[in-house]
Protein backbone atom coordinates (compact mmCIF):
# COMPACT_ATOMS: atom_id res chain seq x y z
CA UNK A 1 0.00 0.00 0.00
CA UNK A 2 1.13 3.71 -1.08
CA UNK A 3 2.21 6.25 1.84
CA UNK A 4 -0.25 8.76 0.08
CA UNK A 5 -3.15 6.28 0.86
CA UNK A 6 -2.52 6.38 4.44
CA UNK A 7 -5.61 7.53 6.92
CA UNK A 8 -4.07 9.95 9.37
CA UNK A 9 -2.74 12.38 6.76
CA UNK A 10 -5.44 12.69 4.81
CA UNK A 11 -7.86 13.37 7.93
CA UNK A 12 -5.42 15.98 9.17
CA UNK A 13 -5.59 18.02 6.24
CA UNK A 14 -8.92 17.38 6.04
CA UNK A 15 -9.91 18.94 9.63
CA UNK A 16 -7.09 21.43 9.70
CA UNK A 17 -7.53 22.66 5.87
CA UNK A 18 -10.52 21.68 4.07
CA UNK A 19 -12.89 22.24 7.11
CA UNK A 20 -11.33 25.29 9.22
CA UNK A 21 -9.28 27.07 6.31
CA UNK A 22 -11.39 26.80 3.18
CA UNK A 23 -14.97 26.24 4.68
CA UNK A 24 -14.39 28.28 7.73
CA UNK A 25 -16.80 26.23 9.38
CA UNK A 26 -18.23 26.77 13.31
CA UNK A 27 -16.94 25.10 15.93
CA UNK A 28 -19.29 22.62 15.88
CA UNK A 29 -19.60 21.82 12.92
CA UNK A 30 -15.93 20.46 13.71
CA UNK A 31 -16.81 18.52 16.52
CA UNK A 32 -19.68 16.52 14.70
CA UNK A 33 -17.79 15.49 11.88
CA UNK A 34 -15.03 14.65 14.56
CA UNK A 35 -17.14 12.48 16.01
CA UNK A 36 -18.99 11.25 13.02
CA UNK A 37 -15.64 10.26 11.84
CA UNK A 38 -13.90 9.17 15.13
CA UNK A 39 -16.59 6.13 15.30
CA UNK A 40 -16.40 5.68 11.92
CA UNK A 41 -12.21 4.75 12.50
CA UNK A 42 -12.72 2.40 15.51
CA UNK A 43 -15.60 0.64 14.10
CA UNK A 44 -13.07 0.26 11.79
CA UNK A 45 -10.49 -0.60 13.52
CA UNK A 46 -12.81 -3.36 15.71
CA UNK A 47 -14.01 -5.32 12.44
CA UNK A 48 -10.54 -5.52 10.78
CA UNK A 49 -8.76 -5.81 14.09
CA UNK A 50 -6.01 -3.19 13.31
CA UNK A 51 -5.17 -0.06 15.24
CA UNK A 52 -6.59 3.15 14.31
CA UNK A 53 -3.19 4.49 13.52
CA UNK A 54 -2.96 1.23 11.19
CA UNK A 55 -6.10 2.02 8.78
CA UNK A 56 -5.37 2.86 5.12
CA UNK A 57 -7.82 4.29 2.90
CA UNK A 58 -8.84 1.48 1.37
CA UNK A 59 -9.60 -0.42 4.55
CA UNK A 60 -12.82 2.33 4.51
CA UNK A 61 -14.70 1.23 1.62
CA UNK A 62 -18.21 0.98 0.56
CA UNK A 63 -19.17 -2.08 2.36
CA UNK A 64 -17.36 -1.39 5.16
CA UNK A 65 -18.65 2.14 5.63
CA UNK A 66 -22.46 0.66 4.99
CA UNK A 67 -21.86 -2.16 7.67
CA UNK A 68 -21.14 0.70 9.91
CA UNK A 69 -24.44 3.16 8.72
CA UNK A 70 -26.70 -0.19 9.74
CA UNK A 71 -24.83 -0.68 13.05
CA UNK A 72 -25.77 2.95 14.09
CA UNK A 73 -29.27 1.96 13.73
CA UNK A 74 -29.60 -1.64 14.70
CA UNK A 75 -27.17 -1.66 17.57
CA UNK A 76 -26.75 1.79 19.01
CA UNK A 77 -30.81 2.81 17.99
CA UNK A 78 -29.82 6.13 16.16
CA UNK A 79 -32.47 7.48 14.32
CA UNK A 80 -32.14 7.87 10.95
CA UNK A 81 -31.83 11.23 11.00
CA UNK A 82 -28.84 10.65 12.99
CA UNK A 83 -27.57 8.27 10.72
CA UNK A 84 -28.02 10.72 7.86
CA UNK A 85 -25.98 13.65 9.71
CA UNK A 86 -23.44 10.97 10.39
CA UNK A 87 -22.77 10.00 6.73
CA UNK A 88 -22.90 13.42 5.49
CA UNK A 89 -20.08 13.62 7.58
CA UNK A 90 -18.24 11.06 6.09
CA UNK A 91 -19.17 12.04 2.14
CA UNK A 92 -17.22 15.63 3.24
CA UNK A 93 -14.53 13.89 3.99
CA UNK A 94 -14.44 11.81 0.88
CA UNK A 95 -15.00 14.57 -1.46
CA UNK A 96 -12.10 15.78 0.08
CA UNK A 97 -10.09 13.07 -0.26
CA UNK A 98 -11.40 13.10 -4.30
CA UNK A 99 -10.17 16.42 -4.61
CA UNK A 100 -6.57 15.99 -2.67
CA UNK A 101 -5.64 12.23 -3.45
CA UNK A 102 -6.30 11.50 -7.37
CA UNK A 103 -5.09 8.12 -6.23
CA UNK A 104 -7.67 7.68 -4.53
CA UNK A 105 -10.85 9.15 -6.60
CA UNK A 106 -12.32 5.58 -7.19
CA UNK A 107 -12.35 4.50 -3.20
CA UNK A 108 -13.89 7.62 -2.43
CA UNK A 109 -16.75 7.02 -5.60
CA UNK A 110 -17.54 4.56 -4.56
CA UNK A 111 -18.64 5.93 -0.97
CA UNK A 112 -20.23 8.82 -2.55
CA UNK A 113 -22.78 6.86 -3.76
CA UNK A 114 -24.23 5.74 -0.85
CA UNK A 115 -27.80 7.72 -0.84
CA UNK A 116 -28.75 9.48 2.07
CA UNK A 117 -31.90 7.20 3.68
CA UNK A 118 -35.55 8.60 3.25
CA UNK A 119 -36.75 9.31 7.21
CA UNK A 120 -40.14 9.07 8.14
CA UNK A 121 -41.08 12.95 9.08
CA UNK A 122 -42.95 12.53 12.49
CA UNK A 123 -45.56 14.71 13.41
CA UNK A 124 -44.60 17.74 14.99
CA UNK A 125 -45.50 18.60 19.13
CA UNK A 126 -46.34 21.82 20.59
CA UNK A 127 -47.34 23.15 23.71
CA UNK A 128 -50.75 25.49 24.44
CA UNK A 129 -49.88 28.69 25.41
CA UNK A 130 -51.28 27.50 29.16
CA UNK A 131 -49.00 25.06 29.18
CA UNK A 132 -46.14 27.03 28.32
CA UNK A 133 -47.34 29.48 30.73
CA UNK A 134 -47.52 26.27 33.47
CA UNK A 135 -44.08 25.11 33.03
CA UNK A 136 -42.66 28.53 33.12
CA UNK A 137 -44.47 29.50 36.25
CA UNK A 138 -43.02 25.90 37.87
CA UNK A 139 -39.83 26.76 39.48
CA UNK A 140 -39.50 28.71 42.97
CA UNK A 141 -38.85 32.07 42.57
CA UNK A 142 -37.95 32.15 45.91
CA UNK A 143 -34.62 30.38 45.13
CA UNK A 144 -31.88 31.28 43.27
CA UNK A 145 -31.94 28.14 41.33
CA UNK A 146 -35.88 28.46 40.72
CA UNK A 147 -35.42 32.16 39.19
CA UNK A 148 -32.52 30.92 37.32
CA UNK A 149 -34.84 28.04 35.74
CA UNK A 150 -37.69 30.26 35.50
CA UNK A 151 -35.10 32.81 33.07
CA UNK A 152 -34.15 30.70 31.42
CA UNK A 153 -37.77 28.51 30.19
CA UNK A 154 -38.95 32.20 29.81
CA UNK A 155 -35.87 32.60 27.25
CA UNK A 156 -37.04 29.61 25.09
CA UNK A 157 -40.38 30.30 25.29
CA UNK A 158 -40.01 34.00 24.32
CA UNK A 159 -37.14 33.80 21.57
CA UNK A 160 -37.91 30.31 19.88
CA UNK A 161 -34.03 29.30 20.19
CA UNK A 162 -32.07 26.31 20.11
CA UNK A 163 -30.65 24.84 23.05
CA UNK A 164 -27.49 25.35 22.16
CA UNK A 165 -28.15 28.95 20.86
CA UNK A 166 -29.73 29.64 24.78
CA UNK A 167 -26.91 28.24 26.82
CA UNK A 168 -24.39 30.55 24.26
CA UNK A 169 -26.03 33.59 25.05
CA UNK A 170 -23.61 36.50 26.57
CA UNK A 171 -24.15 39.63 28.38
CA UNK A 172 -22.48 41.82 25.72
CA UNK A 173 -25.50 40.13 23.54
CA UNK A 174 -28.21 41.15 24.92
CA UNK A 175 -29.82 44.88 24.32
CA UNK A 176 -32.04 45.32 27.66
CA UNK A 177 -31.88 49.11 27.74
CA UNK A 178 -33.57 49.46 24.13
CA UNK A 179 -36.75 50.76 23.64
CA UNK A 180 -37.07 48.00 21.91
CA UNK A 181 -35.37 45.29 23.49
CA UNK A 182 -33.68 42.23 21.54
CA UNK A 183 -30.72 39.49 21.62
CA UNK A 184 -28.14 38.43 19.43
CA UNK A 185 -28.36 34.50 18.53
CA UNK A 186 -25.45 32.85 17.13
CA UNK A 187 -27.64 30.07 15.02
CA UNK A 188 -26.33 27.34 13.39
CA UNK A 189 -24.00 27.69 10.43
CA UNK A 190 -22.91 31.16 11.32
CA UNK A 191 -26.35 32.07 10.62
CA UNK A 192 -26.91 35.14 13.33
CA UNK A 193 -30.18 36.76 13.97
CA UNK A 194 -31.36 39.53 16.59
CA UNK A 195 -35.07 39.08 17.57
CA UNK A 196 -37.42 40.99 20.09
CA UNK A 197 -37.75 39.70 23.92
CA UNK A 198 -40.84 40.61 25.78
CA UNK A 199 -41.13 42.89 28.86
CA UNK A 200 -41.51 39.88 31.30
CA UNK A 201 -37.97 38.08 29.66
CA UNK A 202 -36.37 41.68 30.64
CA UNK A 203 -37.40 41.46 33.98
CA UNK A 204 -36.44 37.70 34.63
CA UNK A 205 -33.13 38.66 32.63
CA UNK A 206 -32.43 42.01 34.26
CA UNK A 207 -32.93 40.20 37.51
CA UNK A 208 -30.27 37.49 36.92
CA UNK A 209 -27.50 39.33 35.64
CA UNK A 210 -28.56 42.04 38.67
CA UNK A 211 -27.46 38.60 40.97
CA UNK A 212 -24.75 37.59 39.38
CA UNK A 213 -23.24 40.50 39.79
CA UNK A 214 -22.97 40.95 35.63
CA UNK A 215 -23.17 44.11 33.47
CA UNK A 216 -25.14 44.55 29.75
CA UNK A 217 -21.83 44.55 28.14
CA UNK A 218 -19.63 41.76 29.88
CA UNK A 219 -18.89 38.68 27.76
CA UNK A 220 -19.59 36.28 29.97
CA UNK A 221 -22.21 33.13 30.19
CA UNK A 222 -25.75 34.41 31.45
CA UNK A 223 -26.97 30.69 32.07
CA UNK A 224 -24.58 28.70 34.14
CA UNK A 225 -24.40 25.80 36.06
CA UNK A 226 -24.04 24.91 39.84
CA UNK A 227 -20.02 25.10 39.44
CA UNK A 228 -20.55 28.20 37.79
CA UNK A 229 -19.85 27.25 34.38
CA UNK A 230 -21.56 27.91 31.12
CA UNK A 231 -25.08 26.28 31.49
CA UNK A 232 -24.30 22.69 29.04
CA UNK A 233 -27.22 20.74 26.84
CA UNK A 234 -27.25 17.96 29.32
CA UNK A 235 -28.13 20.80 32.31
CA UNK A 236 -30.52 22.99 29.78
CA UNK A 237 -32.85 19.48 29.60
CA UNK A 238 -32.46 18.96 33.34
CA UNK A 239 -34.03 21.91 33.90
CA UNK A 240 -36.89 21.20 30.97
CA UNK A 241 -37.48 18.44 33.10
CA UNK A 242 -37.45 19.37 36.49
CA UNK A 243 -40.12 21.80 35.89
CA UNK A 244 -42.34 19.42 33.40
CA UNK A 245 -42.15 16.87 36.77
CA UNK A 246 -43.38 19.88 38.69
CA UNK A 247 -45.93 21.59 35.93
CA UNK A 248 -47.73 17.81 35.56
CA UNK A 249 -49.55 18.14 39.13
CA UNK A 250 -51.78 21.41 37.58
CA UNK A 251 -51.76 20.16 33.87
CA UNK A 252 -52.05 15.76 33.74
CA UNK A 253 -51.78 16.35 30.48
CA UNK A 254 -48.58 17.52 30.00
CA UNK A 255 -47.61 13.81 31.38
CA UNK A 256 -48.49 12.85 27.59
CA UNK A 257 -46.33 15.17 25.62
CA UNK A 258 -42.64 14.88 24.64
CA UNK A 259 -41.03 17.71 26.83
CA UNK A 260 -38.05 19.11 25.71
CA UNK A 261 -36.12 22.54 25.60
CA UNK A 262 -37.06 22.47 21.94
CA UNK A 263 -40.82 22.07 22.34
CA UNK A 264 -40.34 25.21 23.29
CA UNK A 265 -39.48 26.11 19.35
CA UNK A 266 -42.43 24.33 18.05
CA UNK A 267 -44.78 25.97 20.22
CA UNK A 268 -43.35 29.65 19.74
CA UNK A 269 -43.58 28.84 15.87
CA UNK A 270 -46.99 27.58 16.15
CA UNK A 271 -48.43 30.22 17.91
CA UNK A 272 -46.71 33.15 15.70
CA UNK A 273 -48.27 31.13 13.01
CA UNK A 274 -52.14 31.29 14.73
CA UNK A 275 -51.62 34.83 15.12
CA UNK A 276 -51.19 35.90 11.25
CA UNK A 277 -47.59 35.84 11.18
CA UNK A 278 -46.41 35.25 7.88
CA UNK A 279 -44.08 32.05 6.73
CA UNK A 280 -40.97 34.20 6.02
CA UNK A 281 -41.14 36.24 9.48
CA UNK A 282 -41.01 33.09 11.02
CA UNK A 283 -38.37 31.40 9.04
CA UNK A 284 -36.35 34.75 9.62
CA UNK A 285 -37.17 34.31 13.53
CA UNK A 286 -36.36 30.88 14.22
CA UNK A 287 -32.88 30.84 11.73
CA UNK A 288 -34.02 27.97 9.42
CA UNK A 289 -31.66 27.94 6.01
CA UNK A 290 -34.88 27.24 3.99
CA UNK A 291 -38.48 28.13 4.17
CA UNK A 292 -39.93 24.64 3.35
CA UNK A 293 -38.25 23.55 7.13
CA UNK A 294 -40.54 26.44 8.83
CA UNK A 295 -43.21 25.14 6.46
CA UNK A 296 -44.05 21.95 8.45
CA UNK A 297 -45.60 23.62 11.22
CA UNK A 298 -48.17 25.23 8.68
CA UNK A 299 -48.38 21.36 7.83
CA UNK A 300 -49.44 20.04 11.26
CA UNK A 301 -51.90 22.98 12.76
CA UNK A 302 -54.80 20.37 12.21
CA UNK A 303 -57.33 23.27 14.05
CA UNK A 304 -55.46 25.95 11.32
CA UNK A 305 -56.45 23.46 8.70
CA UNK A 306 -60.35 22.77 10.16
CA UNK A 307 -60.97 26.30 9.83
CA UNK A 308 -60.10 26.75 6.41
CA UNK A 309 -62.55 23.60 5.26
CA UNK A 310 -65.29 26.00 7.16
CA UNK A 311 -64.08 29.37 4.98
CA UNK A 312 -63.80 27.17 1.71
CA UNK A 313 -67.47 26.13 2.69
CA UNK A 314 -66.47 22.24 2.09
CA UNK A 315 -69.50 20.23 3.67
CA UNK A 316 -67.80 17.23 3.89
CA UNK A 317 -70.74 15.88 1.94
CA UNK A 318 -69.69 13.90 -1.27
CA UNK A 319 -72.61 12.16 -1.90
CA UNK A 320 -72.75 8.94 -4.35
CA UNK A 321 -69.51 7.18 -4.46
CA UNK A 322 -68.67 5.71 -7.76
CA UNK A 323 -69.22 1.99 -7.97
CA UNK A 324 -67.29 0.52 -11.20
CA UNK A 325 -69.35 -2.57 -12.91
CA UNK A 326 -66.10 -3.85 -14.20
CA UNK A 327 -64.98 -7.01 -12.87
CA UNK A 328 -61.07 -5.29 -13.05
CA UNK A 329 -61.89 -1.74 -12.33
CA UNK A 330 -64.10 -3.40 -8.95
CA UNK A 331 -60.07 -5.45 -8.00
CA UNK A 332 -58.35 -1.83 -8.28
CA UNK A 333 -60.94 0.04 -6.70
CA UNK A 334 -61.14 -2.37 -3.39
CA UNK A 335 -56.88 -2.11 -3.35
Do not use: C
Amino acid sequence: MSEHLLLAPLLESYFRRRLTKQRNATPATVASYRDALRILILFAAARLRKRPAALTLEDLDRDLVLAFLDELEEKRNNSVATRNARLSAIRSFFHHVAAADPASFGVAQRVLTIPIKRAHIGVTHHLTKAEVDTLIAAPDPKTPRGRRDRAFLLFLARTGARVSEATGINANDLQLERSHPQVLLRGKGRRDRVVPIPKDLVRALTTLLSERGITHHEPRPIFVGARNERLTRFGATHIVRRAAAEAVAIRPALADKPISPHIFRHSLAMQLLRSGVDLLTIQAWLGHAQVATTHRYAAADVEMMRKGLEKAGVSGDFGVRFRPNDAVLQLLNSI
